[in-house]
């Protein structure tokens, strides 16, 4: 199959199509990674996401992420990645930072983000190295913060003698996540995937979430994935998810 029919068949399927995060180990130079995926609960939440990864180089990856929720919230992230590591020995380690705005209620508010992330192939896992097929062990984290404006009634007179409406000042909002993902290939065109998603948000407190996953090749560099979220802790409703990857 040509790549750009590869684009084409992974394009439809994104009909059907969450986020995911950037792993440890960087794209090669000039590679092209591509995730879109849905993830939907019994109450008719639902989460469509477009995930990228870009290699810049053998050290510097380049990803987009661009998200929307039926609870009305649209989101787009920037960030860049950089390998702390020197590519030798069993660990994978990188950091990572980005830009993004969030439109929620008509409004775009702005987005930082800095986040960490550690790899590990199995065969350098105790244990875990006994699997057939081997896979990888990971574990990333990141905080977000986003700057909203708030106001209340502003009571006292402007020095032209005009009252305000409102005090209008910026109030950071946090979010806190943490994946810690085992990949296991289970055989050559199928890999099972388990991870365990942690959150804390100032609004919504925090949660956990079981999500697993199997991803299936498709024809050329196209793969399906399809899986279930159990929620452990917190809010949340048990979601299925399907979507595709592609990389060339």
Known sequence: MSRLAACMLTLLLALWAGGVMAGPWPRGDGEVFLSFSVEQDGDGNRYTGLYSEYGLNP?????????H?????SSVML????????????????????IGVIRREGKLIPLVQIGAAWGRGLDGVPVLKRLPGGGWLAVDARAKLAR???GEPDRTPDANGR????QVYLTPKT??????????KARPSLMVINQLRLEDRD??????KLATSVVRDLTGPAKIELGVIMPLAGEGEPALKIGTWIQF
Do not use: C, N, Y
């Not at 929720?69 to 919230?73: D, M």
């Not at 009252?163 to 409102?166: A, K, L, P």
């Open 148 to 150: 909203s404006e708030e």
């Open 175 to 184: 979010t806190i996540k943490a994946e810690v993902t085992l990949g296991w």
């Open 79 to 98: 960030w860049s990645q950089r390998a702390m590591d020197g590519g030798e020995g069993p660990d994978r380690l990188t950091l990572s930072s980005g």
């Open 203 to 208: 609004d919504l407190g925090f949660s956990a």
């Open 59 to 67: 050290r510097h990856t380049l990803g987009l992420e661009l998200g």
């Open 69 to 73: 929720s039926t609870a009305g919230e």
């Open 163 to 166: 009252w305000s409406s409102r």
